[in-house]
């Protein structure tokens, strides 16, 4: 049975995530999907709402604006009908959503808002993860600049440096230069009081 529900809760939850839309600053849910979830048409799930007009506040669920819809209607596939409905639809944060479980009560209904508030929380540790993650990389990024331009300093320093110690043993490997013969003819008594001289300096 645990199995089955996994499964379930695995094909599910993608699906409803799909769903929720980021609308006034809010994750929502459109009532023409939460509908389809419940089991129920939009026009029987709004009346139903009206009828418990105290149960939903404004953190639970507001009315789209006609700009707002149009939004919707573009970036969902799946609502392009709504293009040609003259009513404008609600939207349903994750509280109106349970509520909306509630007041209709049906088994489909409250086992579909059990999926639907899980889907809601997965968005919300997902969206704190990539802040997280954000702040992070932020700091690691600051981080990174900071060692680039000390790097960067002791890079410069440590090439000059290197570069004289180069040239330093570079002349020290190097032999010495031969000495230069003299223009012009030697005879061989010149020879050898060079060689003399070398022996006696």
Not at 31 to 50: M, S
Not at 91 to 113: D, H, K, Y
């Amino acid at each position: 049975m645990a199995t089955t529900t996994t499964r379930t809760a695995g094909a599910l939850l993608p699906r409803i995530e799909g769903r929720i839309q980021l609308l006034r600053g809010l994750k929502v849910m459109i009532d023409a999907d939460l509908a389809e979830l419940y089991g129920v048409p939009t026009k029987a799930l709004n009346q139903a709402v009206k009828r418990n007009a105290g149960r939903f506040p404004s953190d639970f669920m507001f009315q789209l604006d006609a700009a707002e819809k149009a939004e919707v209607v573009t970036n969902c596939d799946h609502l392009s009908k709504l293009k040609f409905s003259r009513s404008l639809p609600f939207a349903f944060t994750e509280f109106g959503a349970v509520a909306l479980a509630n007041i209709l009560a049906s088994s489909q209904a409250v086992e579909m808002g059990i999926y639907v508030v899980r889907a809601f929380v997965r968005l919300r540790q997902a969206a704190s993860l990539h802040e997280d993650l954000a702040k992070r990389l932020a700091e690691i990024e600051e981080k990174t600049e900071r060692l680039e331009l000390s790097h960067d300093t002791f890079s410069r320093n440590t090439r000059n440096q290197l570069r004289q110690l180069f040239e330093a043993v570079r002349e020290l490997t190097m032999p010495p230069d031969p000495p230069k013969r003299p223009i012009g003819f030697v005879t061989p008594e010149e020879k050898k009081a060079t060689k003399g001289k070398a022996r006696t300096g």
